[in-house]
């Protein structure tokens, strides 16, 4: 009766090991994000408007800086002709409005990247939801990232969704209706 026992027991045992798993596949992709912040449509959009208004803006302080070279020029030529107290009195003038310009650049500069940096961290987050809602409804289990912080070091090519990933972001950008805020030499030539 043992015997039998043990003959049923281990019969089971072996019938069971023999089964197969089901395994489930697991469906991976990698987006190449270098690749894709530089062929968005949007993200060029982003960086073209601040190259813009840095330029816009760029050139209105330049004007302030040629102004000053000359001045700086003219007060070269005066010095010696007005005397030491003028030169001085002017020189501390002209300091004083170099000092400013710099403050003046540092503080355009600050501010431009202060207001992209905040448009991309919404672009970016946008683009991460984008990427988690496009591998839930195409059955991914895991979509990584490679590129400039790229913490995957080979893939297969065939696995790479850059491209689609990219053709569906600017689909969807293109779609999305756009606000136009008037930039600031349209609003002082209202004036």
Known sequence: MKKALVIIALSILVVSCNKATEVKEVKTAYVDTSVLMKEYTEAKDLEA??????????????????????????????????????????????????????????????????????????LISGVKKFIKDYGKKNGYSYIYGTGDAASILYAEEKYDITKDIIKALNDKYKAEPKTETPAPAKEEAKK
């Open 49 to 122: 408007k601040y190259k813009a208004q840095a330029e816009e803006k760029g050139r209105q302080l330049q004007a302030e800086i040629t102004r000053f070279k000359q001045d700086a020029a003219n007060f070269q030529s005066q010095a010696q002709a007005n005397g030491q107290a003028w030169a001085q009195q002017r020189g501390a003038e002209l300091q004083k409005r170099e000092q400013q310009l710099g403050y003046a650049q540092q503080a355009l500069s600050q501010q431009l990247q202060q207001e992209s940096g905040v448009e991309m961290d919404s």
